[in-house]
């Protein structure tokens, strides 16, 4: 529209400009000469037809000029129409990339929604896998409990049969005449002979006598489960039982014990039974106990242990704490200093320190030799008591501190002139022990110790608790200690590969007796005739060789050649070094004796 104005007003001009010559010329006109007037009028005539003929060619040029016009405005037209159809196209653009971003939000949503469904339908299925794997497991354990079944069942007791098979041989540089238990406590001195054996003389034997079997029976119900326990070796000895043509052991209980467990961490056990002063692999219970994997039947120097009749009393405190207290059947080692004193046991000698035993003396002048018989039990006033405290963690290991507590008590006999009483003696001590991971199922380290006075019961040695003075008679308690550390390693499935070193150690306990230094270690001792095979004429042939300290090392290999659901055969190999040193005597004298001791040994675990 702007554009036709334009071209109007244009036009417009145009008239005025050619109109206004022409008004000119006529206002001219008027002021000629009528004789020009004739010859004007024919000019003005011809130059009014030359007007219009102007005024006709701009009009057609004004026409053009309006055709162009038209068609210019027709060419904005169709440029105004086609930047209307690019708006539309590209509000059309717009809308269907708003609707493919709508889209594309409601895909990814879509798209999450689906991811998360699969991984917790993934999640799922594991788990279902796992369940089902768990299931399949399970019924193939039934499967292959109904084909090899490891229990008998009867009336709802679970009756598990266990054990092994054994022979072993054993060969030492000294001997000691004590079968598969080496007496560490006892082993020769210098050149000593001493019942029977010498340490000029090397020992080898064979023997199955630790060939063990055992029953174990388990019940209950969701609140309380029951276990019976029942395991038995060959180191008893009857009247018949001797290694000459037919050896003739007998069974000996190892284990006789019932357990109680209640689901609120309460446990009630008795029986004879590891003692609570052994460590344990895990928790405070009777079947956890940890023993070295050895072939000597007396396990090592440093070891703390016992096995007889206990009441123990546990409570879980928490997943990782127990707590427990054993009540168990005392029993006294005493140094006969005093044979005076009634009612209490003579040290042992390794595992036999429950046979018969005999006090002996000799005298000084003829050299003769007299035994009396002394008493197997103890006239106890109470049982000692172990109290432990076990924490279990899964990087730690297991760790226990433990207490122990012990009354003595002896009856001094009335004489003729004095009348006789009862004595009283306070022993006991501290402990703890570790069985750490170093590398898990691969390698553990173990380390365990006890320090106190009148314990030695509870060490493997089995020296003396106590002395009885000559002088008022009272019991005194021997200060002793006693530490064992190793490694157990599992290289594969099939091999172990242990060792260990243990130590204990026995202090000086004396007391003075007239002018005279008496008691455990008296440095006044007379140690002379450790050091002979033959006492010559005119030397003492005392030998009272108290010991000051026992050291013992180990190295202990099995190989399993068959393990599966036939049970286990094993063998193994063991090498033991053993040193005992004296307290020093008389004159300085401080005997010394060693042992090399090797074992062979082929298992039968039952399944």
Not at 82 to 93: G, I, K, R, S
Not at 296 to 307: I, K, L, M, N, T
Not at 367 to 391: E, G, H, R
Not at 413 to 435: D, K, Q
Request: with cysteine; aromatic share 8%.
């Amino acid at each position: 529209m702007k554009r036709r104005n334009i071209l109007a007003a244009s036009l417009c001009a145009l008239i005025m400009l050619f109109s206004i010559p022409m008004i000119a010329a006529a206002q001219s006109g008027e002021h000629a000469t009528a004789a020009r007037k004739t010859v004007k009028n024919s000019a003005k005539q011809a130059k009014k037809d030359n007007t219009a003929a102007q005024l006709l060619e701009l009009k057609a040029s004004m026409e053009r000029q309006q055709e162009a016009l038209q068609q210019v405005q027709q060419q904005v037209q169709e440029a105004q129409r086609q930047l209307q159809l690019t708006q539309l196209e590209v509000m059309q653009t717009r809308q269907v990339a708003q609707r493919a971003n709508t889209e594309a939000a409601t895909v990814q949503s879509d798209t999450d929604a689906q991811v998360k469904k699969m991984v917790v339908s993934l999640t799922e299925a594991k788990a279902a896998l796992s369940t089902t794997t768990a299931t399949v497991a399970k019924e193939e354990k039934k499967i292959d409990n109904l084909e090899h079944p490891n229990s008998i069942t009867y009336k709802g007791l679970h009756i598990i049969p266990g054990g092994y098979l054994e022979m072993t041989e054993y060969f030492r540089a000294n001997a000691t005449l004590s079968d598969q238990a080496t007496p560490f406590q006892a082993i020769p001195l210098e050149s000593q002979v001493s019942n029977g054996y010498s340490s000029h003389l090397t020992e080898i034997g064979l023997t199955a006598r630790d060939s063990r079997l055992s029953l174990r029976l388990d019940a209950g119900t969701d609140t309380t489960k029951l276990t019976g326990y029942y395991e038995m070796d060959f180191f008893g000895a009857g009247t018949t039982s001797n290694p000459n043509q037919t050896t003739s052991y007998v069974p000996r209980i190892r284990q006789a014990w019932s357990r109680a467990r209640f689901s609120n961490g309460w446990t009630i056990t008795g029986g004879q039974m590891w003692s609570l002063i052994t460590l344990n692999r895990k928790g405070t219970d009777a079947d956890t106990f940890w023993a070295p994997n050895i072939i000597e039947a007396q396990y090592s120097v440093g070891y703390d242990w016992g096995r007889f009749a206990e009441i123990r009393v546990s409570k879980t405190i928490h997943q990782r704490v127990a707590v427990a207290l054993g009540l168990t059947n005392p029993s006294y080692l005493n140094s006969g200093a005093n044979l005076a004193v009634a009612g209490l046991a003579a040290n042992g000698a390794g595992l036999y320190g429950n046979s018969l035993l005999s006090a002996c003396t000799q005298s000084a002048t003829t050299l003769v030799v007299t035994c009396t018989n002394t008493p197997l039990y103890s006239t106890n006033l109470a049982p000692d008591m172990v109290v432990k405290l076990a924490y279990d963690g899964p990087r730690v290991g297991h760790l226990e501190l433990k207490a122990l507590t012990r009354l003595f008590r002896d009856r001094v006999v009335a004489t003729g002139t004095t009348p006789g009483w009862n004595n009283t003696g306070l022993g006991g001590g501290i402990a703890a022990g570790v069985i750490t991971p170093v590398v898990s199922k691969r390698l553990d380290f173990i380390a365990q110790g006890m320090y106190g006075k009148g314990i030695s019961r509870y060490q493997d040695a089995g020296q003396y608790d106590f002395v009885v003075r000559g002088t008022d008679h009272n019991m005194q308690a021997i200060q002793s200690f006693s530490v064992l550390a190793g490694f157990e390693s599992h290289p594969s499935k099939r091999t172990e590969l242990d060792m260990f070193f243990g130590d204990e150690y026995y202090a000086r306990s004396t007391y003075l007796n007239g002018t005279k230094i008496a008691g455990y270690g008296s440095p006044e001792a007379i140690n002379t005739g450790c050091y002979y095979e033959t006492v010559p004429a005119g030397v003492d042939a005392t030998c009272t060789g108290n010991n000051r300290n026992l050291w013992n090392g180990k190295l202990i290999g099995y190989y399993d050649v068959y393990k599966g659901p036939l049970g286990t055969l094993r063998y193994g190999a063991e090498f033991d070094y053993i040193e005992r040193g004296t307290w020093s005597g008389a004159g300085g004298l401080a005997p010394k004796g060693n042992d090399s001791v090797a074992f062979s040994t082929m298992r039968y675990i039952l399944p």
